[in-house]
C-alpha cells in the first residue's frame, strides 16, 4: 500500500487485513491493540495513531513502512518550534 495521507492509512489498513483473511479480533491479538481501537482507526475515526502502532499493524499484515524524505520541504514549518531552546 502507498500512503500519502493520514486519511488514507484506515481503508488501506482494513483492505490489507481482508485480503489476507483476518478479522478485527485476529490482528488484535497480532498486535496487542485492542479491537475497539482497530475499529476506529479503519473508519478514520482514531485520532493521530502512535508511529509504533502503525509499525505493529503494518508488520502483523506482513508489509513494511518506507518513509520518502523527498517532498519535504527544507524550509522549517512556521508553526514549529524548536523544543523549547532559547
Known sequence: MHITRMD????????????LGLSQTDLALATGLSIKFLSQLETGKADNPSFANILDITRAL??????????????????QTDGGTA
Open 8 to 19: 488514507q492509512l484506515g481503508p488501506e489498513i482494513r483492505k490489507a487485513r481482508k485480503a
Open 62 to 79: 506482513g508489509g513494511q513502512v518506507m518513509l520518502d524524505w523527498s517532498n519535504m520541504s527544507s524550509e522549517p514549518d512556521p508553526g
